[in-house]
């Protein structure tokens, strides 16, 4: 990861036969973050493991290209998709909003 993270949250990934991937994701994974009708990048640091499968669930802190575009509309409780161009693989939810988001959202003012 570039830098610190800037959200944890908890991921659950779709399993191969319900159309989720056919391939574990690894740490550095870097999919599409969805919410509010949009897709982000964000890449993707699992601090408990190395390797997540599909219809694992998982912790993971995110750390997104864009934060200044974030910051005040990420909030702790708040679902989201991780999404391989339109295909969700996985489901989300925040559950913690890192300082560093404000942070780097301040610094690329």
Known sequence: MAGPPH????????????????TPAFSGYRPQFYYHGRDWDAEHIYPETEEVS????????????SPKEHHGKISVGMPFLIREGARTVAYGIV???????????????
């Open 54 to 65: 599909p219809g694992d669930t998982v912790k993971a802190h995110l750390r997104f290209l």
């Open 7 to 22: 959200i944890e949250a908890e991921i659950e990934y779709v399993t191969t036969a319900a159309g989720g991937r056919s």
């Open 95 to 109: 559950t913690k909003v890192f300082d560093q988001l404000e942070v780097d959202a301040a610094d690329l003012g």
